[in-house]
């Protein structure tokens, strides 16, 4: 018995020994390589890239560096973050080859994946070739990196990897404003864990560090050998690992970085979980975006507009920012903008819940309302750090704006407790919009919108129109909760709306809707800004045409009130974005928008443009301020296309749509940055906004009334368009796929939904059409077609 019990101790023993060794399994990287992949540009090695998961996230150079970037934090935005702190600067890994250091900082290639990232050194070292991939669980605090040596030499190579870890525990932006103060970090190494734990001196703050191997040797607070010196109060952790790779062979070394803002157990019970089970979390990680991938997948001509598509849930996935302290929900971008937004999401999400994420545009809404209840007026907060510290309480479109969001993702959900949960905000909201910011009571809401440009605060076209959308819905909602005196007074204000925007905003002379509504003196004040950007830009003819309006309007009476035109900016076609406008205004407008663009997409402010615009296809040359003169955005350029489709024009909006996809992977191989191509956000949630909401909704055509359980088809197809689907798009509990195929004389819908009794709404496209079939059946010719079933074909002759 003893024996049995002795060896029973050996054979324990025996296997806590084995599991400190390295893996004998292949590397983590070769359970992604044969899934989706985008390879990056040598020309943008040393731009920015980021490992995405929803508690902590890496950003870094695509060649493999750590440099101080980003401006909310200046210099300070890169590195690992477990919100609301950061972990490391970075690190720094090297290699010890005869005598002679070769450090790991100047990647050959740059590979992402939608779950990871993978950094290849492939002459750095002669002899060897070094991959270097990491991966961040979702729901953990802590991020997981591999190092994979291959020995290309002719002989056995023997060599000492080290690996540096670069603390700098520290607070997010507006820390100061919850007590979260920096302190220098001290440093300790953990013999069982054979890792280095980093500590903030003055908070229970802490990182761990370390590898799966047993290190030959370990140093702290001793300079980088890479010389590595990042900015801040932090240390440093050294970690030495000695190789012996025979000729043809390969192996890993597997390194975690786990951290807490709370206390070292959990640090360490992180770092022994994500240690032990990196392979589990990574197979849930990929099965999480292949599933994300699944939903609204699109069968369309324009190949590089389906890749963009895809890539683009995934980049939203990316931003998911989860502290369970404050909330989870959708940053806006990286690496600057990690927080959560109001009027990011209110555009994002309506992407988000036409693409099948009802979980995250759920969590997103509850804490954005949660937030903004601290107004305790119905306002909608702006911008929040990730320690709940609000930096602006809210801009004047986000209330309103946030009222279309509710009732556009009701029409998804048909969720009733979802509609009478938010309503009394609602109410509160836009009673606050009106009775505080409506001074003259004109019911233009005074105040800034989507343009923050100093001084343009008036009453802007934007904030008016998503106010007369936000009334007009708001009548929706109190109709379906049964709250008739709500529903008149606010279907009398969208009506009311509606035609002042078409008769006060609209501006015959520039066939466009004005930037805003204000006095003469106000527009003097803001035409005399603008011609010092236009000749500072070098745009002549912005400065003529300004200072023609100068000499016009000088003659006006000074506190005369009317519509303006002098930035051109993007707003002006929000009235078409949301299909306000009077057709004959909306085309002359859209007409008039075009002329702002160049071969991204729309410009911000349009007097930026030039006739040189139309040849930028190359990197976008920002301010070394972060600044958005001269930019060209997404969200501009989106608009554009749900305009050009409200009006019946989706060749137009289509190409708007190829604009916009140029910039995909132009710079961040997988993503599409904030200003197109390369500058600002290296990826931007409300690009599903531009994306999501005409591919699903305008293209394809699919309107939902899920509380009606029912769903409307009108497709808007290019012209070109002759053969394409969508597949697993969710409204309420049904999913529906559908294709479309014609030729010259007819025209095919085959719609397949998971709810047989739902009713289908099929709207007649344009044309010429003689005969009409549903399911073999001739039918009398409609404009619309209803039927039910789990399979509907259609089918139009001419």
Sequence with gaps: MQEIKNLSFFLVVLALITACQ????????????????????????????????DRVYLVGHQDGSFPDLGWHVEGEMGGIWNHPIKLLDGFSAAINLDNTLFCLNQADRFVNYPIGNKHLFESTVPGLKVERFQFVPEGKEGVVIEFTFHNTGKSTQNFEFTWVGHTDLQPVWLGERTGMIDHPDEISYDADREAWLGKDQGNDWYVLFGANKSPNSYQGGTEDPCNYQPQGMGTRGRLNYSFSLKKGTQETIRFVVAGSYTSQIDTENSFDDLMKHAETYLKEKLQHYQDIAALAKISIPNKDIQEAFTWVKFNTEWLVRDVPEIGRGLGAGMPDYPWWFGVDNEYTLKGAIATGRKDLVYATIDLIHKLSEANGN????????????VFNPGNINETPQFASLIWWVYRWTGDREFLEKYYPTIQKGLAWLMETNDLDGNLFPDGYGMMEIHGLESEMIDVAVYTQQAFADAYKMAKELGKENDANYYQTLAEKLRVKINEEFWVPEFNSFADFIGTTTEALHLIDAAIVRADTLNKPWAVEELEETKRRISKYPKDKKQGFVVF??????????????????????????????????????GIDRDEAADNEDGSFTGSKVFSYTGAVMTLPTGVSIIAENNYNRPDRALEYMQRMTRSFSFALPGSIYEVS????????????????????????????????QKVHLNPKLPSDWNDVSIERVRVGSNKLSVAYQRTSNTFEALIQQTEKDWDLVFHIPLGEWESLEVNGTSLPLEKTIEARGNEILIRLRK
Excluded: C
């Design 22 to 53: 390295p893996h004998d399994s292949p590397p983590l990287s070769t359970l992604v390589q044969d899934w989706l992949s985008k390879e990056g540009k040598e020309e943008f090695l040393d731009s920015p890239f980021f490992a995405a998961g």
């Design 568 to 605: 051109h900016n993007w707003v002006v076609n929000t009235p078409m974005e949301m299909g306000i406008a009077d057709p004959e205004k909306a085309i002359i407008a859209l007409d008039k928008g075009a002329r702002f663009v160049n071969p991204f997409g729309v410009f911000v402010t």
């Design 378 to 389: 119905g306002r909608i907060i702006h911008e929040v750090s990730t320690n709940g510290a």
């Design 677 to 708: 191509p390369d500058y600002g956000m290296m990826s931007q949630a409300w690009n599903l906004y531009s994306y999501g909401v005409p591919i699903v909704t305008q293209f394809f055509g699919i309107e939902p009334e899920a509380h009606r």
